[in-house]
């Protein structure tokens, strides 16, 4: 596992992050859109994730909800879509599972 340093988010949000990936057997996460943007904290918090079985995707959601105690938005890039490609590509990698 890598964990990076995101600023934007708390120590008790990341360790729950990193555990829950941790858990569902995630490739690799990404912060994005508000949440990523250094000068501003977001209100919500905006990840995209990569690697995580499609039955697991919404249990892993609702863990998040439920762990984070704030709103989350979570894409699934496993698809290939030009929004993904744009998260992918300015995203902050905030974990990679081994």
Not at 15 to 35: C, E, M, N, P
């Amino acid at each position: 596992m890598v964990c990076y340093n995101f600023v934007m988010l708390s120590e008790q949000e990341k360790q729950t992050i990193v555990s829950l990936a941790d858990r569902y057997g995630v490739r690799k996460i990404l912060l994005f859109g508000s949440s990523a943007a250094l000068e501003r904290e977001g209100r919500d918090i905006d990840l995209a994730v990569d690697g995580i079985r499609a039955g697991d995707f919404f249990r892993f959601y609702g863990d998040l909800l439920f762990g984070l105690k704030r709103s989350v938005d979570l894409i699934d890039l496993s698809s290939d879509s030009k929004f993904n490609d744009l998260i992918r590509q300015e995203g902050l990698p905030i974990y990679e599972g081994i």
